[in-house]
């Protein structure tokens, strides 16, 4: 056979698709499309299968080099290590005794086979909108549709009182509404499908929407941006300065796609992970309309910049000048020529060809916060793409934190904002080191505590009303 037209290439795109999150489906078409209402097994698996690209189910429940879907990754919490579990069916280590009814209630209310309730780590307050259709076919991949791995994964062991799972129950009743997607009148189907792609599946504003005291999204700041520790899951509202209202819906599409988003933004850490393993192999049709809905979210401000992070990028001009004048003492332009001008050239604006990106206009540079400028210089960036993987070296063992400091202030300034203020050593130090338990889980057990006598003060008035009406009826 010589030709292959492009419906099967097509399909054997989305079978490779399918077997990188492990799928072991062999079934003939694949695709995003509506089932009939009858649908066979093997359609209801592929539906599964999309579907659990789309959640990114792979990406917290399969932990580095291990078997997709076999869980221990661990999540870092301000109060300690939350692990995956295993969702492979197998009965002995993963979810193969899950009825469908118990797997629907793990999804939306957070609450395990065993009647205990699960840590919101795992993001049941955006699965709550999934659909009993959808429920239905992920619940078919999950049994039919994914190799069973028997291999239990690390118990999780908070430090008291987080240690009691019911208390998740007084914080659901708080923050768990437990409803499916409900459609707002007068919008297009393009829309209604963006939105729910992205409020229930996608989950987005897992990582882009700031918490508030107690761990819950704050919806009044939807997608206003948020810290996940180390990495900032920058402000994707409407809002044309701090937000990405200045992008176009074709640059939108484009970064959730690949990445690259020319002239606005690189995609590194988490958010580059979720492109590689859930966005990337979402259908343009489905990308679209997630682009859609996310570009219109209401606006939130933040931060003082006066103009977007992105605007700003003006070619380095001073190479010659530091190869004469700097010999022998270290600054961030010595820093940036040693390590970094051979990919990004000494201009900033990249190789040409596909090699390393330009420097220039890209949000992580321009930012007034130097977050995850500092934590891609660190940590290095791994793009999976299947077709030509690309990486940038991490420079965490190579450079100290003075030198880190020198050079992001360096790049920050001459290819972003050149008032950029400069980056402190104790800000990359922050940033190398690992979640500091002590303090915060002080801090989180006073939060708790006030959690609780706030719930105690809501319940009591909730049932005090509850007796008053009844006495009344
Ligand atoms: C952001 C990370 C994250 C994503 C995405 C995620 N999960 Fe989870 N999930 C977790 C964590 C963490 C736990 C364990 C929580 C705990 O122990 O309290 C968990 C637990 C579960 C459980 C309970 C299993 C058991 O008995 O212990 C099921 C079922 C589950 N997830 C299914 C899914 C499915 C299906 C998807 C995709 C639709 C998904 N998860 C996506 C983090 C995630
Ligand atoms: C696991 C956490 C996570 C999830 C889920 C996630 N993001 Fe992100 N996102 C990030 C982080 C972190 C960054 C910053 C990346 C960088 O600077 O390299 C980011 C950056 C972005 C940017 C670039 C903004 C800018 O100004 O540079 C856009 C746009 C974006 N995300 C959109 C989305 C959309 C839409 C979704 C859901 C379909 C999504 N993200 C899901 C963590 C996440
Ligand atoms: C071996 C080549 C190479 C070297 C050396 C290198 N980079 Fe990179 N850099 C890359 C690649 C590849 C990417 C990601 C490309 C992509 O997204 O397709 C990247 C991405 C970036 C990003 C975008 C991150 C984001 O979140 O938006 C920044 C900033 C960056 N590099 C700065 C630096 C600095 C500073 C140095 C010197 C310490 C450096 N790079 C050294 C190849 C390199």
């Given at each position: 056979m010589t030709t292959v037209s492009p419906s099967l290439r097509r399909a054997a795109g989305v079978m490779l698709a399918l077997a990188l999150v492990g799928a072991a489906s062999a079934a003939p078409n694949a695709g995003p499309a509506t089932p009939p209402a009858a649908a066979d097994e093997a359609t209801l698996v592929q539906r599964g299968a999309y579907l659990a690209t789309a959640a990114d189910c792979v990406a917290c429940h399969t932990a580095a080099g291990g078997k997709s879907y076999a869980g221990g990754n661990p999540i870092a919490s301000p109060v300690g290590t939350i692990w995956s579990t295993n969702i492979t069916p197998s009965r002995l280590a993963g979810i193969g005794n899950y009825t469908e009814a118990q797997f629907a209630r793990a999804l939306r209310e957070g609450v395990r086979a065993d009647g205990a309730n699960l840590y919101p780590a795992m993001p049941y307050t955006s699965y709550t909108r999934i659909s009993d259709d959808d429920v239905?076919?992920?619940?078919?991949?999950?049994?039919?549709?994914?190799?069973?791995?028997?291999?239990?994964?690390?118990?999780?062991?908070?430090?008291?009182?987080?240690?009691?799972?019911?208390?998740?129950k007084g914080w659901n009743l708080l923050f768990n509404n437990d409803k499916r997607f409900e459609a707002p009148a007068g919008k297009s189907d393009q829309w209604l499908r963006g939105a729910y792609l992205?409020?229930?599946?996608?989950?987005?504003?897992?990582?882009?929407?700031?918490?508030?005291?107690?761990?819950?999204?704050?919806?009044?700041?939807?997608?206003?941006?948020?810290?996940?520790?180390?990495?900032?899951?920058?402000?994707?509202?409407?809002?044309?300065?701090?937000?990405i209202g200045g992008w176009s819906q074709e640059t939108l599409v484009a970064y959730l796609k690949t990445g690259h988003a020319p002239g606005h933004a690189l995609a590194a850490g988490p958010m580059a992970e979720a492109i590689d393993h859930s966005l990337s192999k979402l259908s343009d049709a489905d990308l679209d309309a997630i682009a859609m809905y996310i570009k219109s979210v209401a606006?939130?401000?933040?931060?003082?910049?006066?103009?977007?992070?992105?605007?700003?990028?003006?070619?380095?001009?001073?190479?010659a000048r530091i190869r004469g004048t700097t010999m022998g003492k270290t600054t961030g332009a010595t820093l940036y020529s040693g390590n970094c001008a051979s990919c990004h050239q000494a201009s900033g604006t990249g190789a040409a060809l596909g090699g390393a990106p330009s420097l220039l206009h890209v949000s992580a540079v321009g930012r007034d916060d130097p977050g995850n400028l500092?934590?891609?210089?660190?940590?290095?960036?791994?793009?999976?793409?299947?077709?030509?993987?690309?990486?940038?070296?991490?420079f965490a063992r190579e450079l100290d934190n003075d030198e880190v400091a020198m050079l992001a202030t360096y790049v920050r300034q001459t290819f972003g904002n050149p008032a950029a203020p400069v980056v402190?050593?104790?800000?990359?130090?922050?940033?190398?080191?690992?979640?500091?338990?002590?303090?915060?889980?002080?801090?989180?057990?006073?939060g708790l505590g006030a959690a609780v006598v706030v719930l105690l003060v809501l319940l009591g008035w909730r049932f005090s009303r509850f007796g008053r009406r009844r006495r009344t009826a």
């Open positions: 239905h076919a992920l619940y078919t991949y999950f049994m039919k549709g994914v190799a069973p791995v028997d291999l239990p994964a690390p118990r999780t062991s908070l430090p008291f009182p987080f240690d009691i799972r019911a208390s998740m992205t409020e229930a599946l996608a989950h987005c504003a897992t990582c882009h929407t700031p918490r508030n005291a107690l761990m819950a999204e704050d919806e009044s700041r939807a997608y206003g941006g948020a810290s996940l520790g180390k990495w900032y899951a920058s402000n994707i509202s409407s809002d044309p300065v701090h937000g606006p939130v401000a933040g931060g003082t910049a006066s103009q977007p992070a992105y605007a700003f990028g003006k070619p380095a001009t001073d190479e500092v934590m891609a210089i660190l940590d290095g960036v791994y793009r999976s793409d299947k077709d030509t993987p690309r990486r940038m070296p991490a402190t050593a104790a800000q990359v130090q922050a940033l190398r080191e690992p979640a500091q338990p002590g303090p915060i889980v002080t801090y989180a057990r006073i």
